[in-house]
Each structure stands twice: as structure tokens, then as C-alpha cells.
Nanobody
Framework: QVQLVESGGGLVQPGGSLRLSCAAS????????MAWYRQAPGSQRELVAI???????RFQDSVKGRFTISRDNNKHTMYLQMNSLQPEDTAVYFC????????????WGQGTQVTVSL
């Protein structure tokens, strides 16, 4: 059974930082590309950042220079370091995994809430 479990969300003031984690089980983690998506109330889910199985990374323009994505294949865990958070970063953040070998194998976590407010 595949599980993606996010943690690290919470309430933070503008300018603050949070680190999200996504712990994966039930997959060969090193063969999966991993990503963070987010969804704000009334908005569509959007891609935030991707880290490939080759450790390559890509970011949404609005988070470049503020967010860092990484992975630890030994721990089967992906991270999103979020700095200089702004109210517009408020959303539910979802972990996503997709097999590099079988693209139809894709999985979502349950999401973790990030709220940026005074």
C-alpha cells in the first residue's frame, strides 16, 4: 500500500519560514519523481516545485529564490524549505509522486495546511 504523509505545515507570520516533509512508503522511492503542489481556497491546484529521480529541480516562478526542494532517498523523504513566506503562499500543500518507469503510477498525499498571517 502506497502512502505519502506530509508534515510540517502550520501558521507562520509573513517573512517566516517552514519546512515541509513528505515521507513515502510502498514505492521504490529512488525511481520516482517527487513534487509539491498547493491549492488555495477557491483556486485550482498548482505545481510548486519538482525534484526528479536524478535530483534535478524546477520551481514555479513565484517561489523561485524563496523555496528549496530536496530529497533523501535513504529516508524515502522529500522536503520543501519555504523562506520569506507571504500571505499568498497560504494553501494546502500536497505531496505527489510519479514513477519514472510507469507514468500511470502516481500518488498523492493528504495535504498539510500552511497559513501565512499576522
Amino acid at each position: 500500500q502506497v502512502q505519502l504523509v506530509e508534515s510540517g505545515g502550520g501558521l507562520v507570520q509573513p517573512g517566516g519560514s517552514l519546512r515541509l516533509s513528505c515521507a513515502a512508503s510502498g514505492i521504490i522511492f529512488s525511481l520516482y519523481s517527487m513534487a509539491w503542489y498547493r491549492q488555495a481556497p477557491g483556486s485550482q491546484r498548482e505545481l510548486v516545485a519538482i525534484v526528479g529521480s536524478d535530483y534535478s529541480t524546477r520551481f514555479q516562478d513565484s517561489v523561485k529564490g524563496r523555496f528549496t526542494i530536496s530529497r533523501d532517498n535513504n529516508k524515502h523523504t522529500m522536503y520543501l524549505q519555504m523562506n520569506s513566506l507571504q500571505p499568498e503562499d497560504t494553501a494546502v500543500y500536497f505531496c505527489y509522486a510519479q514513477s519514472d518507469l510507469q507514468l500511470e503510477k502516481e500518488y498523492w498525499g493528504q495535504g498539510t495546511q500552511v497559513t501565512v498571517s499576522l
